[in-house]
């Protein structure tokens, strides 16, 4: 199975404040990584995929870079919305594995 | 509007059994493969099942391989997961997911639409 590590697990930031959140596979995975925000009580929401295409209605701040074994996604300008957890998924092979997540909390 | 609405979740005595169902609108449901993930309390998020648009390939993680069988019904445009045998580490909100993309292909397995959960606890 392809194991994904995200870091930082945990993240205090400002509004305003670029914020960037790494995944790492444990083997290469090409782009064939997605990022899904998930808000408490509430399902994920894709953000993007293919490691860089933005979702349809995802704000642009979003994006997402990386191919191989290391990712990131990176908010250029930190909204009040944008504090939930963050988690990555590998699009390469079965079981589609997630990262562990990223809380992204308000300093 | 695509739309997912699972039912079917409550509370169970370990080894009982559950069938959950998502009910999909607002797509062509034969067209796309669907997916179970669940998310155990105060946990990330877990593949468990995956079906083909037309039910023929299946996937089940290891975790749960050979006590839960996803199955569906194009005609009602309906996901369903058995499970069998449940254990307390089933306890979890499941999520029926739609995958992104038509085509099964490496880089395509992303889910751009969920549905908005049910909650398994299995009392042990």
């Known amino acids: 199975d392809i194991q994904l590590t995200q870091s930082p697990s945990f993240l205090s930031a400002s509004v305003g404040d670029r914020v960037t959140i790494t995944c790492r596979a444990s083997q290469g995975i090409s782009s064939y990584l997605a990022w899904y925000q998930q808000k408490p009580g509430k399902a994920p929401n894709l953000l993007i995929y293919s490691a860089s295409t933005l979702q349809s209605g995802v704000p642009s701040r979003f994006s997402g870079s990386g191919s191989g074994t290391e990712f990131t996604l990176t908010i250029s300008s930190l909204q009040p919305e944008d504090f939930a957890t963050y988690y990555c998924?590998?699009?390469?092979?079965?079981?589609?594995?997630f990262g562990g997540g990223t809380k992204v909390e308000i300093k | 509007e695509v739309q997912l609405l699972e039912s079917g979740g409550g509370l169970v005595q370990s080894g009982g059994s559950l069938r959950l169902s998502c009910a999909a609108s607002?797509?062509?449901?034969?067209?796309?493969?669907m997916s179970w993930v669940r998310q155990a309390p105060g946990r990330g998020l877990e593949s468990v099942s995956a079906?083909?648009?037309?039910?023929?390939?299946?996937y089940h993680a290891d975790s749960v391989k050979g006590r839960f069988t996803i199955s569906r019904d194009n005609s009602k445009n309906t996901l369903y997961l058995q499970m069998n045998s449940l254990r307390a580490e089933d306890t979890a909100v499941y999520y029926c997911?739609?995958?992104?993309?038509?085509?099964?292909?490496?880089?395509?397995?992303?889910?751009?639409?969920w549905g908005q959960g049910t909650v398994v606890t299995v009392s042990s």
């Open positions: 607002g797509f062509t449901f034969s067209d796309y493969a």
């Open positions: 079906i083909s648009g037309s039910g023929g390939s299946t």
């Open positions: 997911a739609k995958r992104g993309h038509k085509i099964a292909a490496p880089g395509n397995y992303y889910f751009d639409y």
């Open positions: 998924q590998q699009l390469n092979s079965h079981p589609l594995t």
